[in-house]
């Protein structure tokens, strides 16, 4: 079946620029989250999501990014005033429940110049 | 703060050998351990897990090793092939209750296989 969903693959922003970035998950699971990964970096958590329950946000780096799942099923990572440390890409995962196996997108390369 | 470690950051192996990968982690809560290969351009693939309650899981060419005296964490690939040159990450989490949700990464081996 399809795996978890994201777009857009690449995004380049200008400094103070807005971004949104959407994750489809694999349908049917309830467990969301959101990832960071630095070039040469491993993965850091940022929020998760439990169907639209938001029920953990401690990862994220700054009040300018937000996350939101309304109808617990796809969410948005909204950037606002985007700066260059914000260059990563982003990853998405999804499981069944929590404590199972979490399955990953592709990302979202993101670039501010 | 308390996280997940690697000792090689390369590892270099001949077509046909067995590697080892290792890992270390310092967060004695944490009862559950993955294993993902990541290939560039891609999002990291789920390899093998393992839960607290075990010391050794073995999949397709894959076993997983924990020794929780020491804190660590091992993935044995048999018969390398070149589709298995990757980084390799090791994760750790919390099932267990209380603890973040999050899975907590390494940061990563580069397996690279020799012809």
């Known amino acids: 079946g399809a795996g978890v969903s994201q777009s857009p693959r690449y995004k380049v922003a200008k400094r103070g620029q807005d971004v949104a970035l959407r994750c489809d998950p694999i349908s049917g699971h309830v467990s969301l989250f959101w990832y960071q990964q630095a070039l040469g970096q491993g993965p850091e958590f940022l929020t998760y999501f439990q169907n639209e329950a938001q029920l953990d946000k401690s990862g994220l780096p700054s009040d300018r990014f937000f996350a939101e799942r309304p109808e617990g099923s796809v969410s948005t990572l909204k950037i606002q005033r985007t700066q260059q440390e914000d260059s990563a890409v982003y990853l998405c995962?999804?499981?069944?429940?929590?404590?199972?196996?979490?399955?990953f997108g592709a990302g979202t390369r993101l670039s501010v110049l | 703060g308390e996280s997940v470690g690697l000792h090689l950051p390369t590892l270099s192996v001949q077509e046909g050998d067995n590697s080892i990968i290792n890992c270390a982690y310092s967060n004695s809560a944490s009862d559950y351990f993955i294993w993902y290969k990541q290939e560039s351009g891609k999002g990291p693939r789920f390899i093998i897990d393992?839960?607290?309650?075990?010391d050794k899981r073995q999949g397709q060419r894959v076993t997983v090793l924990l020794n929780k005296t020491v804190k660590h964490l091992s993935l044995q690939i048999a018969a390398t092939q070149p589709g298995d040159s990757a980084v390799y990450f090791c994760?750790?989490?919390?099932?267990?209750?209380?603890?973040?949700?999050?899975?907590?990464f390494g940061k990563g081996t580069h397996l690279i296989i020799q012809p």
């Open positions: 994760a750790e989490g919390e099932i267990g209750g209380g603890g973040a949700d999050g899975l907590t």
């Open positions: 995962a999804s499981s069944l429940e929590i404590g199972n196996i979490q399955y």
């Open positions: 393992i839960r607290s309650n075990m």
